[in-house]
């Protein structure tokens, strides 16, 4: 308005006249309550994987004790949700484009729920695998659904703050979990492993209630060609009327609405619901989705391969061997890494979208690959002593609780994040299940393997190679990953395409002048490229 006034008095012939308020730097927007509310209510389904993995890490070794099944059996008990987890990722993907991202949450809640009491009334092995089978369907729906909602609901000014939301919850499950633990670990034996279990069946009924007070999310209101409904939706979660105009605009060009159509219900022209999608993504992509695609399964490998699970099913195993027996003692240390992961990742949460994705997610490695390494030494000294060696106990349990804190600070959150907000519209739930089946697979073959692992190379030698295998993934994202702080959705065909020379389409996208000839605008719809161009019409 200030601008304005300035250029009427010039027209009218008077002097231009400035106040100090001229000078002020725009007002950031402040956040948006309501994208907030559904980001929180969708990531909270996460609860669920994050309470198994903190539960099974002590309720193993009841079941064991229990059941009597061999260390072989509990490692494919705890790693094998993992692997039933595929085939909820892989439905997830077709069944959320068929019924919308909001019902594949309560979908996947319901899934959950009776999974849990599966699990709860298990009477031998067999039957708690069935029950694994049936949570691991729901914990792969939720898991692949809740971060691709959570981004297409969110305006770019905090995307990164509410797309990390999904990772907060998988470690305040965690930590559920391993209070759990606590909790019941004074019940009999054949009662307190099956009650940690079933309890994880409550939550999801909430959860599954609080769904349904979610919007839809606009974006898939567009496909289904409901532009009145998405619009009603964006003015919500937009941080101004000008930025819902804008998303829309750049989702109607991506579902390839033209964009004279501003009817409540347009047709949209005919795509295929799978086989198309497949072909561009795999069979023959373009540079732009090649490289989004390597990025997308890079991280999740990466995030899975340095072991992270490991540490949180195995703690109680890890502290026996830094040397703390007492049963109490051991709970109390597991609960204490689920606090260190929460307490982090709550702190991640708040620097995503002001440091940007690459600072901490470079600086969470280095810290993971100079923990890892510690943890390794300080575990092979005790491996080697047989005296007990207070500095080397103490520099152990010191190593994990950095190892989990500089885990959630970036490399956690930064996955979920990542990965959800730089596959094209069309493209986005099948590319995301993709790489949260890569995550599962990797997390399910650690989990696993990890006994056997350190039965074969000791236990210092497997944070050994988690450390090698973190150097090398720090290698990859520092060459690969660019930076997408504060970019739209749209946006991210133009930045991806050029692999390590990535920065030169950064730098184009700052000066907001796309050659529409690069190799990373060779995309299924060029109009994408425009994006940058439409604020300055």
């Known amino acids: ?70 260390d072989v059996q509990i490692e494919v ?26 019902y594949t949450i309560v979908l996947a809640g319901a899934i959950f729920f009776a999974g849990a009491l599966l699990m709860g009334f298990a009477t031998n092995y067999s039957f708690l695998m069935f029950g694994r089978f049936v949570a691991g369907v729901g914990v792969g729906y939720a898991l692949m659904i809740a971060p691709v909602y959570t981004a297409e609901v969110s305006p770019a000014s905090s995307r990164g703050f509410l797309t990390s939301f999904p990772e907060v919850f998988i470690n305040a499950g965690i930590l559920l979990g391993y209070i759990s633990n606590w909790a019941f670990s004074k019940l009999a034996l054949n009662l307190g492993w099956r009650v940690m279990l079933g309890v994880g069946a409550i939550p999801s009924v909430f959860l599954a209630l609080g769904v349904l007070a979610m919007p839809e999310s606009p974006r898939w209101l567009v496909m289904q060609g409901r532009l009145g409904d998405a619009k009603r939706v964006l003015d919500r979660t937009s941080d101004s009327m000008e930025e819902s105009k804008l998303r829309l605009a750049d989702i109607k060009e991506a579902a390839g609405i033209p964009e004279h159509c501003n009817e409540d219900v347009v047709q949209v022209p005919k795509r295929s619901h799978g086989e198309d999608v497949w072909k561009e993504l795999i069979l023959r992509p373009t540079p732009a989705v090649r490289h989004i695609l390597i990025a997308a399964v890079g991280i999740h490998f990466f995030q899975q391969a340095s072991g992270i699970d490991a540490v949180d099913l195995y703690s109680p195993r890890i502290f026996t061997k830094a040397g703390i027996k007492a049963q109490d003692k051991l709970l109390l240390a597991t609960i204490a890494v689920g606090s260190v992961k929460t307490v982090f990742i709550l702190v991640a949460t708040f620097l995503l979208d002001r440091i940007g994705r690459r600072p901490l997610l470079l600086t969470s490695v280095a810290g993971m690959i100079a923990s890892l390494g510690c943890l390794g030494f300080s575990l092979t000294i005790i491996d080697h002593s047989d005296e007990k060696i207070m500095g080397a106990i103490v520099l152990s349990i010191t190593m994990v609780l950095f190892y989990v804190a500089f885990f959630s600070i970036g490399m956690g959150p930064i996955t979920w994040v990542y990965s959800s907000e730089i596959f094209p519209l069309k493209l986005r739930a099948q590319g995301c299940s993709i790489g949260v089946a890569v995550n599962r697979v990797v997390s399910g073959i650690i ?22 295998i973190a150097a090398v993934g720090w290698v990859f994202f520092y060459t690969m990953l660019p930076e997408t702080q504060g970019r739209t959705l749209e946006d991210m065909e133009v930045l991806f395409g050029k692999f390590h020379k990535w920065k030169e389409a950064n730098a184009l996208l700052k000066n907001k002048q796309v050659d529409p000839n690069s190799n990373g605008n060779d995309t299924a719809s060029g109009g994408q490229v425009q994006l940058g161009t439409k604020g300055q019409d």
């Not at 927007?29 to 903190?54: E, H, Q, V, W």
């Not at 790693?79 to 919308?100: E, M, P």
């Open 1 to 70: 308005m200030a601008d304005r006034r300035a250029e009427e008095n010039v027209v009218c012939g008077q002097p231009i006249q400035k106040t100090i308020a001229d000078f002020d730097p725009a007002p950031k927007p402040k956040r948006n309550k309501y994208a907030f509310a559904c980001a929180m209510l969708a990531s909270m389904t996460s609860i669920l994987l994050g309470y198994d993995i903190g539960v099974m890490s002590e309720a193993v070794n009841y079941i064991k004790d229990d059941l009597h099944v061999s």
């Open 77 to 102: 008990l705890v790693g094998i949700l993992n692997l039933y987890f595929l085939i909820g990722s892989a439905a997830a993907g077709r069944t959320s484009d068929w019924i919308g991202r909001r």
């Open 447 to 468: 989990s696993m393997t990890f006994i056997s692992l350190c039965d074969a190379i000791t236990i210092g030698g497997a944070f050994f190679l988690f450390a090698g």
